[in-house]
């Protein structure tokens, strides 16, 4: 199993629970969408109570900044034909490599857009 993506729709902290829960019979990589989307505090606080990698996508450049600078996140998912099209993908890029986490490439599993995983660089 890639991940456990909760989409979104839980309070952190039942989020943590449930996660650590379906780890007795799972072993994800990474964790996703650990809050409501606007949650960034919630998301940060989920982040520090998990020993997994925390993703998030964003759909413009300072929904990014915002969880980067809350440390709410271990990777950013951009998917420029999902969010803001390409001109924020490119300034989410940017300030990744500003705040020096890794670009990483990756196709989409939807059609054949482009898509990036943005990886900081520490936790």
């Known amino acids: 199993m ?3 993506d909760l989409s979104n729709h839980v309070h952190p902290t039942d989020a943590v629970r449930l996660i ?3 780890r007795k019979y799972y072993e994800p990589q990474y964790v996703e969408s650990v809050a409501p989307i606007s949650d960034v505090k919630g998301m940060a606080e989920a982040r520090t109570k998990l020993d997994l990698p925390v993703s998030e996508h964003v759909g413009n450049a300072r929904h990014a900044l915002a ?8 990777i950013i998912n951009i998917a420029n034909s999902a969010h803001g099209g390409m001109r924020e ?3 989410v890029v940017a300030l990744a490599r500003i705040s020096q986490c890794a670009v990483k490439r990756r ?3 939807v059609g054949e ?3 990036r995983e943005l990886v900081r660089s520490t936790r």
Do not use: G, Y
């Open 2 to 4: 890639q991940a456990f």
């Open 89 to 91: 993908s490119l300034k």
């Open 20 to 22: 650590n829960r379906l």
């Open 113 to 115: 857009s482009p898509a």
């Open 67 to 74: 969880l980067w600078e809350a440390r709410a996140v271990d």
């Open 107 to 109: 196709w989409s599993t």
